[in-house]
Protein backbone atom coordinates (compact mmCIF):
# COMPACT_ATOMS: atom_id res chain seq x y z
CA UNK A 1 0.00 0.00 0.00
CA UNK A 2 2.82 2.52 0.78
CA UNK A 3 4.67 1.59 -2.55
CA UNK A 4 1.10 2.48 -4.34
CA UNK A 5 0.84 5.48 -2.44
CA UNK A 6 4.08 6.96 -3.11
CA UNK A 7 3.71 5.93 -6.97
CA UNK A 8 0.36 7.53 -6.75
CA UNK A 9 2.22 10.84 -5.19
CA UNK A 10 4.82 11.07 -7.98
CA UNK A 11 2.77 12.26 -10.96
CA UNK A 12 1.45 14.35 -8.78
CA UNK A 13 4.74 16.05 -7.36
CA UNK A 14 5.75 16.23 -11.16
CA UNK A 15 2.37 17.86 -12.40
CA UNK A 16 3.51 20.62 -9.44
CA UNK A 17 7.21 20.89 -11.05
CA UNK A 18 6.05 21.79 -14.48
CA UNK A 19 4.52 24.91 -14.13
CA UNK A 20 7.20 26.14 -12.10
CA UNK A 21 9.62 25.00 -14.85
CA UNK A 22 7.18 26.95 -17.11
CA UNK A 23 6.98 29.66 -15.16
CA UNK A 24 10.66 30.12 -15.01
CA UNK A 25 11.45 29.79 -18.37
CA UNK A 26 8.87 32.48 -19.23
CA UNK A 27 10.83 34.89 -16.99
CA UNK A 28 14.20 33.86 -18.75
CA UNK A 29 15.54 36.98 -20.66
CA UNK A 30 16.13 36.50 -23.68
CA UNK A 31 19.45 36.54 -24.74
CA UNK A 32 20.70 40.20 -26.18
CA UNK A 33 21.78 39.12 -30.17
CA UNK A 34 25.28 39.20 -31.31
CA UNK A 35 26.43 43.16 -32.69
CA UNK A 36 26.83 42.46 -36.41
CA UNK A 37 29.88 44.09 -37.69
CA UNK A 38 28.70 44.11 -40.96
CA UNK A 39 25.96 46.19 -40.37
CA UNK A 40 26.60 50.07 -41.05
CA UNK A 41 26.40 51.37 -37.39
CA UNK A 42 24.01 54.86 -37.54
CA UNK A 43 21.39 52.02 -39.59
CA UNK A 44 21.64 49.85 -36.15
CA UNK A 45 19.58 52.68 -34.26
CA UNK A 46 15.66 53.32 -35.44
CA UNK A 47 15.63 57.75 -35.82
CA UNK A 48 12.21 58.66 -37.06
CA UNK A 49 10.50 61.59 -37.67
CA UNK A 50 8.21 62.15 -35.14
CA UNK A 51 5.44 64.92 -34.22
CA UNK A 52 4.58 66.13 -30.56
CA UNK A 53 0.37 65.16 -29.83
CA UNK A 54 0.59 66.53 -26.32
CA UNK A 55 3.49 67.94 -23.78
CA UNK A 56 3.29 68.93 -19.94
CA UNK A 57 5.73 70.11 -17.40
CA UNK A 58 7.56 67.01 -15.37
CA UNK A 59 6.25 67.33 -12.01
CA UNK A 60 9.16 66.87 -10.05
CA UNK A 61 11.46 68.28 -12.42
CA UNK A 62 11.97 72.12 -13.68
CA UNK A 63 13.89 71.48 -16.84
CA UNK A 64 11.84 68.63 -18.15
CA UNK A 65 9.09 68.13 -20.27
CA UNK A 66 7.07 64.98 -20.63
CA UNK A 67 5.82 64.59 -24.27
CA UNK A 68 3.60 62.08 -26.07
CA UNK A 69 5.54 61.70 -29.35
CA UNK A 70 3.52 59.94 -32.65
CA UNK A 71 6.65 58.44 -34.39
CA UNK A 72 4.48 56.13 -36.34
CA UNK A 73 4.33 53.23 -33.99
CA UNK A 74 0.46 51.18 -34.18
CA UNK A 75 -0.29 51.20 -30.94
CA UNK A 76 -0.01 55.14 -31.15
CA UNK A 77 2.38 57.86 -29.47
CA UNK A 78 5.21 56.98 -27.24
CA UNK A 79 5.94 58.40 -24.13
CA UNK A 80 9.40 60.63 -24.10
CA UNK A 81 10.94 62.89 -21.22
CA UNK A 82 13.00 65.61 -22.72
CA UNK A 83 15.14 68.58 -20.90
CA UNK A 84 14.10 71.15 -23.09
CA UNK A 85 12.24 73.66 -20.78
CA UNK A 86 14.82 76.05 -20.63
CA UNK A 87 15.02 76.20 -24.19
CA UNK A 88 11.16 76.34 -25.24
CA UNK A 89 7.71 76.86 -24.12
CA UNK A 90 4.97 74.57 -24.08
CA UNK A 91 3.37 76.50 -27.09
CA UNK A 92 6.34 75.81 -29.14
CA UNK A 93 6.91 72.92 -28.28
CA UNK A 94 3.97 70.91 -28.67
CA UNK A 95 2.44 69.89 -32.17
CA UNK A 96 6.28 70.11 -33.42
CA UNK A 97 7.77 67.90 -35.83
CA UNK A 98 11.04 66.39 -35.02
CA UNK A 99 13.55 63.40 -34.91
CA UNK A 100 13.68 60.71 -31.99
CA UNK A 101 15.74 58.15 -31.52
CA UNK A 102 12.96 54.70 -30.98
CA UNK A 103 14.88 52.22 -30.30
CA UNK A 104 16.20 53.03 -26.87
CA UNK A 105 15.91 51.29 -23.73
CA UNK A 106 13.18 52.64 -21.65
CA UNK A 107 15.17 55.26 -18.67
CA UNK A 108 13.30 57.00 -15.62
CA UNK A 109 13.86 60.28 -15.39
CA UNK A 110 12.58 61.72 -11.82
CA UNK A 111 10.43 58.97 -11.66
CA UNK A 112 8.76 59.27 -15.36
CA UNK A 113 9.55 56.68 -17.81
CA UNK A 114 11.01 58.07 -21.07
CA UNK A 115 10.61 55.46 -24.27
CA UNK A 116 13.12 57.64 -26.19
CA UNK A 117 14.50 60.39 -27.03
CA UNK A 118 14.84 63.36 -29.26
CA UNK A 119 17.36 64.86 -31.12
CA UNK A 120 18.59 68.54 -30.90
CA UNK A 121 21.81 70.54 -31.89
CA UNK A 122 23.86 71.75 -29.16
CA UNK A 123 25.99 74.60 -28.43
CA UNK A 124 27.36 74.55 -25.07
CA UNK A 125 29.15 77.76 -25.23
CA UNK A 126 26.40 79.65 -26.20
CA UNK A 127 24.18 77.75 -24.05
CA UNK A 128 21.95 76.90 -27.19
CA UNK A 129 20.16 73.78 -27.33
CA UNK A 130 17.39 73.72 -30.53
CA UNK A 131 15.70 70.89 -32.17
CA UNK A 132 16.27 70.24 -35.68
CA UNK A 133 13.94 71.70 -38.07
CA UNK A 134 11.32 68.64 -39.79
CA UNK A 135 9.54 69.88 -43.30
CA UNK A 136 5.85 69.64 -42.16
CA UNK A 137 5.71 67.71 -45.22
CA UNK A 138 7.62 64.72 -44.56
CA UNK A 139 5.65 61.91 -42.82
CA UNK A 140 5.79 61.30 -39.43
CA UNK A 141 7.29 57.34 -38.80
CA UNK A 142 9.79 58.68 -41.74
CA UNK A 143 12.67 56.60 -40.69
CA UNK A 144 16.26 59.01 -41.41
CA UNK A 145 19.41 57.49 -42.46
CA UNK A 146 22.88 58.53 -43.50
CA UNK A 147 22.90 59.26 -47.58
CA UNK A 148 24.27 55.91 -48.85
CA UNK A 149 22.60 53.72 -46.24
CA UNK A 150 19.89 51.51 -47.29
CA UNK A 151 16.85 51.27 -45.11
CA UNK A 152 16.91 47.73 -45.81
CA UNK A 153 18.97 47.18 -42.90
CA UNK A 154 16.42 46.39 -39.22
CA UNK A 155 17.20 48.28 -36.76
CA UNK A 156 18.81 46.42 -33.04
CA UNK A 157 16.94 45.72 -30.47
CA UNK A 158 17.21 48.18 -27.61
CA UNK A 159 18.86 45.82 -25.48
CA UNK A 160 21.79 45.59 -27.87
CA UNK A 161 21.75 49.64 -28.24
CA UNK A 162 22.49 49.19 -24.71
CA UNK A 163 24.91 46.66 -24.21
CA UNK A 164 27.28 47.41 -27.42
CA UNK A 165 26.64 51.40 -26.60
CA UNK A 166 25.61 52.31 -30.47
CA UNK A 167 23.90 55.56 -29.31
CA UNK A 168 27.24 56.79 -27.69
CA UNK A 169 29.49 55.76 -30.72
CA UNK A 170 27.13 57.46 -33.20
CA UNK A 171 27.09 60.58 -31.13
CA UNK A 172 30.84 60.99 -31.69
CA UNK A 173 30.46 61.77 -35.39
CA UNK A 174 26.39 62.97 -35.51
CA UNK A 175 26.79 66.92 -35.75
CA UNK A 176 25.53 69.66 -38.11
CA UNK A 177 27.73 70.75 -41.00
CA UNK A 178 28.88 74.56 -41.88
CA UNK A 179 25.45 74.43 -43.79
CA UNK A 180 23.65 73.47 -40.57
CA UNK A 181 22.24 70.17 -42.42
CA UNK A 182 22.39 67.10 -39.64
CA UNK A 183 25.28 64.49 -41.02
CA UNK A 184 26.75 61.63 -39.38
CA UNK A 185 30.33 61.00 -39.95
CA UNK A 186 30.58 63.48 -43.15
CA UNK A 187 27.40 62.04 -44.49
CA UNK A 188 24.00 63.92 -44.90
CA UNK A 189 20.78 62.46 -42.87
CA UNK A 190 18.16 62.36 -45.16
CA UNK A 191 14.56 60.70 -45.74
CA UNK A 192 13.66 58.48 -48.27
CA UNK A 193 12.74 61.25 -50.17
CA UNK A 194 16.00 63.07 -49.88
CA UNK A 195 14.39 65.81 -47.43
CA UNK A 196 17.52 66.99 -45.10
CA UNK A 197 17.31 68.33 -41.58
CA UNK A 198 18.69 71.52 -40.67
CA UNK A 199 19.40 73.09 -37.04
CA UNK A 200 17.69 76.11 -36.57
CA UNK A 201 20.80 78.69 -36.33
CA UNK A 202 23.50 76.46 -35.43
CA UNK A 203 26.66 75.26 -37.93
CA UNK A 204 29.30 72.82 -36.66
CA UNK A 205 27.93 71.50 -33.48
CA UNK A 206 27.31 68.14 -31.67
CA UNK A 207 24.04 66.78 -32.39
CA UNK A 208 22.52 64.64 -29.03
Excluded at 8 to 31: I, L, V
Excluded at 53 to 63: F, G, L, N, S, Y
Excluded at 80 to 90: A, F, K, M, P, Q
Excluded at 183 to 192: M, N
Amino acid sequence: PKAKAKAAAEPKAKAKAEPKAKAKAKGAKEPIPADNLDQPLFSKLDIRVGKVVKAWHHPKADRLFVEEIDVGDPEGPRQIVSGLREHYSLEQFEGRKLLAVCNMMPAKLMGTTSYGMVLCAKNPEKKIVELLDVPEDCPVGTRVLPEGVPSSWTPSVPEAVKEYKIWEAVAKELRTGADRVAAFAGKTLLSAEGTKFLAPSQPNVEIG
